[in-house]
């Protein structure tokens, strides 16, 4: 059964074309990964199939009586209302039975008792009760536990999950999720990985993370150069199928170009053409230079950059101690960096995983214990927050400010505008303002500038977030084989397990465990330990 049809939609972002004439459906139960680099049109295209934005042409269809659910990016909920009042007043007939059943009893009036008996009749028809214990669970697996909160005093992450569970407690025929992951720790991702693959809706989602991909979705639909393209597979298929694809464009632009020099050159030899053949054929070398123009830049550069000198002493933490008011976040916690070692940080939110960074870099000093840096140390941190901008400033200028190039392990040197567009930023857009650029655009810029450092001791926070997977898979390529120290915090479990070699579980109250594997072994160790 199909539930929604697009049909030869186009979207223009100014003078940027994001995608023209693309259609496709999806059917009940259909589950799609919708994946791109930042800045092609996903978000774009998830606001369109979601009503908040129309499409510059074509035109889209809703099967009747299908509900649809839309998570953005960065959710608007009213400032006004609480957490509560947010989360009960989906539109549910179960969850609005139970909120007039609750009431009514704590109200107590007596004149209430009839009320609540046709209420409870009303409740074991749609067998509400099992319902309740539902949005509970979903409440608690999410971290929303600050159900008084006025929204205006939440976080942009606090705003996120309350909009997730929401929108499943709503449970709504067909989802539309942009990076439903994000802002969510590495327990609460399994636990929503297992939800969506266990349920019926038809889903559409844009991720990062490969294994809740791989997870959920078997089908991909990619937006790249202005198209979509499908992929009725797994990520390593999705791979796969597209260096296929690209590599017959490679031959069909190239076969153009060869056409195109012959057909130039008839040009110049013939007269002025008066013919309906030689117009004819006039016109076809147009068709063959605008084939001939499609360019991807397939080269790969040798992007491991020559390494700083580490001395003797890297970084050292003595009996380090640290509390916000009454929550500790270390206790007596000794650790020796040894050089090149590769650590990767895991907790649920709230337990101090950003703070332990910022004793790291210096930011924060520590309540007791010491702290010792190396004299060669150089730390680079790649934030959360992102990054940060002059009004007018140019893309390539945030690149410089930090270096004009850097030299590579074999001595070659490569300049700022070489590297952007190693990172995806094409020729044309290195004059650009940064404002023009997505919110994913811009972080992939933030890291080119954090690596453009040069740093030996490398500090990421959630690196992974509204990147796009190929991106990342440059930014795996590229610490592979980084020759320093590397510090990840990132509930992309993939990501993890690529790259680092032994696991800091936080555990809460202050107590760390360090675990002497992936995060993947850590995860089947502790099974292994569940009675």
């Not at 976040?329 to 950003?354: C, H, W």
Request: proline share 4%; hydrophobic share 35%.
């Amino acid at each position: 059964m199909n539930y929604l049809s697009v049909e030869k939609i186009s979207r223009r972002y100014g003078e940027k074309l994001l995608f023209e004439d693309i259609s496709f459906g999806l059917d009940q139960g259909q589950k799609v990964a919708l994946v791109g680099i930042n800045g092609c049109g996903k978000s774009s295209l998830l606001k369109i199939l979601a009503g908040v934005e129309g499409p510059d042409e074509g035109k889209l269809s809703m099967r009747k009586g299908i509900r649809l659910g839309y998570l953005p990016q960065e959710p608007a909920l009213p400032e006004s209302r609480t957490v509560a009042e947010v989360v009960f007043n989906a539109d549910v007939p179960a969850l609005k039975l139970l909120k007039e059943y609750e009431q009514l009893l704590q109200k107590g009036a007596a004149g209430s008792q009839q009320r609540l008996q046709q209420l409870t009749a009303e409740i074991d028809a749609l067998q509400a009760w099992d319902y309740e214990v539902k949005v509970r669970q979903i409440l608690s697996k999410l971290g929303v536990n600050f159900l008084d909160t006025p929204i205006a005093r939440l976080s942009g992450g606090q705003r996120k999950r309350v909009a997730l569970a929401r929108l499943l407690i709503e449970s709504p025929e067909l989802l539309i999720l942009d990076e439903p992951t994000n802002h969510l720790d590495i327990d609460s991702i399994e636990w929503l990985e297992k939800y969506l693959s266990a349920s019926k809706q038809s889903l559409l989602m844009v991720t990062h993370d490969r294994y809740f991909l791989d997870s959920i979705t078997n089908e991909i639909f990619e937006l790249d150069g202005g198209k979509l393209y499908v992929y009725k597979g797994n990520y390593e298929y999705f791979l796969e199928k597209k260096a296929e694809r690209e590599q017959l464009q490679d031959e069909a632009v190239d076969k153009a170009r060869n056409l195109l020099r012959t057909e130039l050159e008839w040009l110049r030899r013939s007269p002025k053409a008066r013919t309906s053949k030689s117009r004819s054929r006039i016109d076809s070398v147009h068709a063959l230079q605008k084939r001939a123009a499609q360019s991807r830049d397939t080269r790969e550069l040798n992007f491991q950059v020559q390494g700083r000198r580490l001395g003797g002493k890297i970084l050292e933490l003595h009996q380090v101690s640290k509390s916000y008011g009454e929550l500790p976040i270390l206790r007596d916690f000794s650790y020796k960096f040894a050089k090149n070692e590769r650590v990767g940080i895991v907790g649920p939110n709230g337990v101090g995983k950003t703070t332990f960074l910022r004793l790291l870099t210096g930011e924060l000093p520590p309540d007791q214990g010491h702290i010792e840096k190396g004299s060669t140390v150089h730390i680079g941190h790649y934030r959360q927050e992102g990054l940060r901008f002059r009004p007018g400033q140019k893309i390539i200028e945030v690149i410089q400010e930090v270096a004009e190039g850097i030299q590579n392990s074999k001595g070659n040197f490569f300049d700022a505008g070489q590297l952007l567009t190693y990172f995806y930023f094409p020729h044309h857009l290195h004059q650009a303002p940064v404002s023009i650029l997505s919110g994913g655009e811009r972080r992939r810029l933030y890291l080119l500038r954090i690596l453009m450092q040069n740093p030996n001791f490398l500090i990421m926070d959630e690196p992974t977030n509204d990147l796009d997977l190929m991106t990342l898979r440059r930014l795996e390529a590229f610490l592979m084989d980084f020759p320093a120290c590397l510090v990840i915090v990132s509930h992309d479990r993939y990501f993890m397990d690529r790259l680092v070699d032994h696991i800091f579980v936080f555990e809460g109250q202050g107590r760390i465990k360090d675990f002497p594997g992936s995060y993947s072994q850590y995860q089947a160790w502790k099974a292994s330990q569940s009675p």
